[in-house]
Structure formats: structure tokens, C-alpha cells
């Protein structure tokens, strides 16, 4: 069975450009997150999804981060415009349906902002 | 405020030590505890969990971790580390069935 797939695995960009960040999730998962692991530190949620529906964003800087879902599977996460601050490592995390349920994590994208 | 913490942020054992990771949170309620290993150029995954009962829980490759829920702890433990256990390690507490909350993890150096 494949497990959470991203892509890129990396990317350098400059501030003030956009980045979009791609998540493919187990299939069968409901319940897909996205976090943001700084070096040193554990993985932070930025958002969570069930099906297509955000069931929470509250730690989504909603400035300049967007994410969508839109058919309940796979799902992207955007920053526009990145500013240097967003280098650290973006997981995309899958689970059957949320709550107790153990989260399969994908590999991450690591992003520089130069 | 509402937190996991790991004390250990650096750990380093020869093999064939025991290893005792700490981890404590601060949440109230009804808590579920998690052990997460992210080996060197792979992804997280997860090493162990406490749901109920037994509190007591075996993962793979012979760790354990015991919940105390009156110290609010959920320390990881190992009797013989090998090389191969080196690696990255996150304790994580899942709050009334909402979100994962993770410490900011241990790295285990074990040297040959």
C-alpha cells in the first residue's frame, strides 16, 4: 500500500514568490492535515481536513496560506507571497477518520526562502 | 499554557544501554499519548500508543512506554539500544479527540 505522498521534496525560492506544496494521502484516508515542523521542533498543525471540509484553520495564517481540498483526496497547500520566516519543513499527515486514529505522515517538503 | 514537553533534546548512548525518554504534558481531560520515530531521511511513523487500559504499551522493536497519569508523563523506555535506534523521537497528545499536539522531540545518538 502506497503512503502519504508529497511533492516537491524540496524547493528554494525567493521571498515575496508564491509555492504550492501537493499532498496525496492513503487512499481510504478521510482525515488529511498539514503541519509545519521548524528545525528543532515538533510538527505544528496548520489545518485539518474531513472529506473537503476544513474542520479547523486556526493556526493557518490566512494572509498569506491557503489550502484546498477539493474533492476529498488529494489536497495543496499555498503560500503567497513566502517571506523568509516560512523556511521549515511542510507534512502532509493522513488518517482514516481523524480523532484516536493513528496519522500516517508523507516525507515533507522542505522549503527555503531565500 | 497547554503544552508536551520533552526534556531531553540531545541524548547519547553507546549501545546496549537503556534508554528512558521523558515526556509530560499539561492537558486536562481525556488525553491519548503517542510516540512518534523519524529515522535519518525518513518520515515520521509511529512507535507506539496509549488508548486505554494497561498502562503499560508495547510498540515496535522492543520499546515500551508507560503512562502515569497522575505525573501526567508517558516516558519511552528501551533496556538495550542499538545503533540503528538512532533517530528522532516526538511524544504527541491527542486532546479530547481534537488535534495532535507534538513536543519538540529528542534526538538519540546511540555510538557503536
Known amino acids: 500500500e502506497a503512503g502519504v505522498v508529497q511533492s516537491p521534496r524540496y524547493k528554494i525560492i525567493e521571498k515575496k514568490q508564491p509555492v504550492a506544496f501537493w499532498c496525496n494521502p492513503i487512499?481510504?484516508?478521510?482525515?488529511l492535515y498539514w503541519y509545519l515542523q521548524n528545525l528543532g521542533q515538533g510538527p505544528e498543525l496548520l489545518i485539518r481536513?474531513?472529506?473537503?471540509?476544513?474542520?479547523?484553520d486556526s493556526q493557518l495564517p490566512k494572509d498569506r496560506f491557503s489550502a484546498e481540498r477539493l474533492k476529498g483526496v488529494d489536497s495543496t497547500l499555498k503560500i503567497q507571497p513566502a517571506e523568509l520566516g516560512d523556511s521549515a519543513v511542510y507534512l502532509c499527515?493522513?488518517?482514516?477518520?481523524?480523532?484516536?486514529?493513528?496519522?500516517?505522515f508523507g516525507p515533507g517538503t522542505r522549503l527555503t526562502v531565500l | 499554557a497547554q503544552s508536551v514537553s520533552q526534556h531531553n533534546h540531545h541524548v547519547i548512548l553507546s549501545e546496549a544501554a537503556s534508554l528512558e525518554l521523558g515526556c509530560n504534558y499539561s492537558?486536562?481531560?481525556?488525553?491519548?499519548l503517542f510516540w512518534y520515530v523519524q529515522y535519518p531521511g525518513q518520515h515520521l511513523q509511529l512507535l507506539l500508543k496509549y488508548f486505554s487500559g494497561d498502562p503499560l504499551v508495547k510498540g515496535i522493536k522492543g520499546f515500551e512506554a508507560e503512562f502515569i497519569k497522575s505525573k501526567f508523563s508517558f516516558n519511552l523506555r528501551k533496556p538495550s539500544v542499538q545503533w540503528s535506534d538512532t533517530a528522532e523521537y516526538f511524544c504527541?497528545?491527542?486532546?479530547?479527540?481534537?488535534?495532535?499536539?507534538f513536543g519538540a522531540g529528542t534526538r538519540l545518538t546511540v555510538k557503536p
Open positions: 481536513y474531513e472529506n473537503e471540509e476544513a474542520v479547523d
Open positions: 492537558y486536562g481531560g481525556t488525553v491519548n
Open positions: 499527515a493522513s488518517s482514516l477518520d481523524g480523532g484516536y486514529n493513528e496519522q500516517f
Open positions: 504527541a497528545v491527542n486532546v479530547n479527540n481534537n488535534d495532535m499536539r
Open positions: 487512499s481510504g484516508h478521510n482525515t
